[in-house]
């Protein structure tokens, strides 16, 4: 069973941090690009940070400069340091990936993604 699960996520103070960590498990042959996404209530899912198979990042405009997206190959782990936390920040934190899954002899890309997790930026 291949699968992605995030945690970290929590009630955190305006101008706090929080780390989101999203492990992948399961018959995995490599890990491509990883990724964030969130959802607030009643909105869109948006893109927030990506971090390539080379290390390459991207971030949202929202959130360069405060977020930071890593990520451990060894350990099949991605993770999104969030500093200095707004209220705006407040949603469901997805973890995405692009995944090649061993598939009988073979394997295979898909494309995964995990449960979320919820942050809460709140006085």
């Known amino acids: 069973q291949v699968q992605l699960v995030e945690s970290g996520g929590g009630l955190v103070q305006p101008g706090g941090s929080l780390r989101l960590s999203c492990a992948a498990s399961g018959s995995i042959f490599s890990i491509n690009a990883m990724g964030w996404y969130r959802q607030a209530p009643e909105k869109q899912r948006e893109w927030v940070a990506t971090?390539?198979?080379?290390?390459?990042?991207h971030y949202a405009d929202s959130v360069k400069g405060r977020f930071t997206i890593s990520r451990d190959n060894a350990k099949k782990l991605a993770y999104l340091q969030m500093n200095s936390l707004k209220p705006e920040d407040t949603a469901v934190y997805y973890c995405n990936a692009e995944l090649a899954v061993v598939v009988g002899g073979g394997r295979q890309v898909n494309d995964y993604w995990g449960q979320g997790t919820q942050v809460t930026v709140s006085s």
């Open positions: 971090i390539t198979s080379g290390g390459y990042t």
